[in-house]
């Protein structure tokens, strides 16, 4: 059984998952996996994986409130679309098959990449 603890910081992980998504666009995944498996006790396959499938509602929540704002393109998001699914589809062929590490790895440079790149944009 989950404990009142325990349910804090399940939901204290996707309000920070959330926010992260809602205001940057992207970034919830870098709270949710490291969480996932110190608070979840998932492997770090299953929280790449658990990450993935939680982003997707809280995307869509998202972008249905920038819509509703008149702040989302759809005419431009169009093509971005298309080449998400089909490197969700291939990724997730090829997900069981990449080592842990490279992975673990993967995520890392895509976190040092996107703050770098937050830093130095003028």
Not at 39 to 66: E, N
């Amino acid at each position: 059984m989950t404990s009142a603890k325990q349910k804090w910081k399940y939901a204290a992980t996707g309000a920070l998952a959330g926010l992260a998504n809602g205001m940057f666009g992207a970034g919830g995944g870098m709270f949710l996996v490291p969480l996932l498996i110190r608070w979840g006790g998932l492997s770090q396959r299953q929280a790449f994986a658990t990450s993935v499938g939680v982003i997707l509602p809280l995307s869509a929540v998202s972008a249905a409130i920038y819509f509703f704002k008149g702040q989302l393109d759809l005419t431009s998001a169009w093509p971005y679309l298309l080449g998400g699914f089909l490197g969700g589809l291939t990724s997730g062929r090829i997900f069981q098959k990449v080592p842990v590490v490279w992975l673990r790895r993967g995520f890392g440079l895509l976190i040092v990449y996107g703050g770098l790149r937050a830093l130095l944009a003028g």
